[in-house]
């Protein structure tokens, strides 16, 4: 009896073809520079003033690339804006090409413009008030109070805490008492008028900033101020 060996053609799995575009979708997404853009703030006035012209500036910026980096693409673009446009060359060229920082700058500023239509908005920044669209008249001592009160917003402030922060420093003026206190924040919310409920006395303790739907507060860019809770 003889025995007969079974022969099976080897099973391989099938060969999967990449192509580059799949090969670089598989690899990690990973950034890094492809080339930069040059904004050029200039109008054709001002250029032919310095004996040039638009065309002439592209041409030799292109020129000077291509003697120090023969194989680099470029494209150029002019940037068409109304006459009318204020501000500097520069910020008007970014803008019209919709450079992203140019455009969040813009659109900061016209939220700015909206806060300030209406309510109250305490600018940290500039040392202001602005009630309905309109700067409020404030010594420097009652915005000092207002700001105290509203970097610590929600926080109750007893008077001796308001004396001690807001006149310690002072050389010229004598520190109140505890209860004259009373009388800077009576003044501050005379001036503050509709809007006097945002600074609200806690009876018995001291004062608290509350934040309406309303009150708007502008820090301003940057690090905030390190007085900021």
């Not at 598989?26 to 950034?31: A, E, G, H, Q, Y």
Request: aromatic fraction near 4%; hydrophobic fraction near 40%.
């Amino acid at each position: 009896m003889s025995n007969t060996a079974l022969l099976e053609r080897p099973v391989t799995a099938p060969v999967r073809v990449v192509s580059p575009a799949d090969a670089a979708a598989d690899l990690p997404s990973v950034r890094s520079p492809r080339g930069f853009a040059l904004y050029v703030g200039i109008d054709e006035i001002k250029a032919a003033s310095a004996g040039v012209s638009l065309p002439v500036l592209v041409d030799a910026l292109r020129r000077t690339l291509a003697e120090l980096a023969p194989t680099a693409e470029t494209h150029a673009t002019v940037a068409l804006a109304p006459q009318s446009a204020g501000g500097r060359d520069l910020d008007v060229v970014r803008l019209a090409l919709h450079e992203p920082g140019a455009i969040a700058r813009a659109n900061a500023a016209v939220e700015e413009e909206k806060d300030e239509e209406s309510g109250v908005v305490v600018d940290i920044s500039r040392k202001r008030v602005l009630l309905d669209g309109e700067s409020a008249s404030f010594t420097y001592k009652e915005f000092e109070l207002l700001q105290y009160l509203v970097l610590r917003e929600g926080r109750t402030i007893e008077r001796s805490e308001l004396v001690s922060a807001l006149w310690q420093a002072s050389t010229d003026e004598e520190a109140p008492g505890e209860r004259t206190i009373d009388v800077h924040v009576r003044r501050l919310r005379a001036k503050l008028g509709r809007h006097e409920d945002i600074v609200r006395t806690v009876r018995g303790v001291g004062y608290r900033f509350d934040r309406h739907a309303d009150v708007s507060i502008r820090y301003g860019h940057g690090t905030p101020s390190p007085d900021r809770f």
